[in-house]
């Protein structure tokens, strides 16, 4: 069962930075749109950023000038650098992936786990 991978979360500073990254747990045919999303525990799930195979970005509204959304291809791994967080950053910050795992396979969503981000003094 093919998973995604996610690391860099933990504890910042208000105005800190972290770079979140995720890759599948093994190869994979083709990745369409990657992304992130966060959720705070009792709330939806809400976008962060996406970004597809053309490298095409999409943000939300309140993150766009602070966190910056790339993709690796032959790494096969999403990054999100986030800069000058605040303590309402702090959330579960999941990625998600559009992905065909083999030539013959339906294209369909998959998320990973989830990495805790938490910005306090």
């Not at 190869?27 to 962060?48: C, D, E, H, S």
């Not at 766009?64 to 990054?79: E, H, L």
């Not at 030539?103 to 998959?110: G, I, L, Q």
């Amino acid at each position: 069962q093919v998973q995604l991978v996610e690391s860099g979360g933990g504890l910042v500073q208000p105005g800190g930075s972290l770079r979140l990254s995720c890759a599948p747990s093994e190869n994979i045919f083709i990745i369409n749109a990657m992304g992130w999303y966060r959720r705070a525990p009792g709330k939806q799930r809400t976008l962060v950023a996406t970004i597809t195979s053309s490298v095409s970005t999409n943000y939300a509204d309140s993150m766009k000038d602070r966190f910056t959304i790339s993709r690796d291809n032959a790494k096969n791994t999403v990054y999100l650098q986030m800069t000058s967080l605040n303590v309402e950053d702090t959330d579960v910050y999941s990625c998600y992936a559009r992905m065909k795992v083999a030539p013959v396979s339906t294209p369909r969503e998959f998320w990973g786990q989830g990495t805790q981000v938490t910005v306090a003094s």
